[in-house]
């Protein structure tokens, strides 16, 4: 009996979606490791809670960087624990998984995947390009000849495509997304405020006060972190359009990697995305008035997908269903 699962190998999300039953899993992509041994500590949820809170021979980390694998070993064991979690191994003898991957990956990264989801106990294992898959989950039809048009902002990367007839037709994937963002967040305190803070605290500022289009004024946030002249803990008050103003930079690179998918792309489909509109995708598209900035600088109507975080792991879901119907004819 084969048992048909889709991963959604994110850089600070593993989402899995098993056939037939949705998404049962969703944790963030970090194992804490204890450096003495090399043992695996805590994976998920629980070494989430670790990061910049532990002590020297623990450390937590995420294997997977920009959207590839950066350490292999801690991916697979990563992998397999997720796996074992589901319990899928009990009830199966062949697992199919489904994985998704940047358009820009190198074979070499698509090997390692591979790999990793043999290693974790997949039998037969299925890549996927991204775009596509976070479209199909966002609920775009891309099996017909019509133009569609894709923005998935994840962790590590940004995945820009054009879709028609269930291929990609032009696509750009960038290393500027939601760590970048958090990076950034980071600096621009650390210069205007002379204060460090850590990036769990700016990856809530962003999802607090965080904005892309038109800050509100009023909106202020109180952040705690160590103060660089003195050393001792400070609590300063940030407001919307400085954190507007730290996440510029990086929206406008995803801007202009969306202007030049656009202009790469044959002009039947480009009429076909004016109709419809690009769809949005990835927990970027949470950040507040990110459609609006994207739709006033394309020029085209941008919709934000339903469930944006979830997008690509329903996408799994709905492309495993299709595997296994050609399997069977």
Known sequence: MAKDIGVDLGTANVLINVRGKGIVLNEPSVVAIDTTNGSVVAVGEDAYKMVGRTPGNIRAIRPLKDGVIADFDITEAMLTYFINKLNAKSFMSKLNILICCPTNITSVEQKAIVQAAQAAGGNNVYLE??????????????????GNMVIDIG??????????????VTSRSLRQAGDKMDAA?????KQKHNLLIGE???????????????????????VRGRDLVDGLPKEITIDAVEVEEALHESLMNIVAAAKEVLEQTPPELSADIIDRGIMLTG?????????RLFSDQLKVPVVLA??????????????????AHHQQH
């Not at 962790?155 to 990609?168: K, N, Q, R």
């Not at 927990?283 to 459609?291: E, I, M, T």
């Open 185 to 189: 967040i980071v600096n621009y305190v």
């Open 200 to 222: 769990r605290t700016a990856e809530t500022i962003k999802k607090e006060i965080g904005t892309a289009y038109e800050p509100a004024e009023d909106a202020t946030l109180e």
């Open 306 to 323: 339903e469930n944006p975080l979830d997008s690509v792991a329903l996408g799994t879901g709905m492309l495993l269903d299709n595997i």
């Open 129 to 146: 390009l991204e775009p596509k898959v976070a479209a199909v989950g966002a609920g775009m039809d891309i099996f017909k000849p019509q």
């Open 283 to 291: 927990g970027g598209a949470l950040l507040k008035g990110v459609d």
């Open 155 to 168: 962790g590590g990367t940004s995945d820009i495509a054009v879709l028609s007839m269930g291929e990609v």
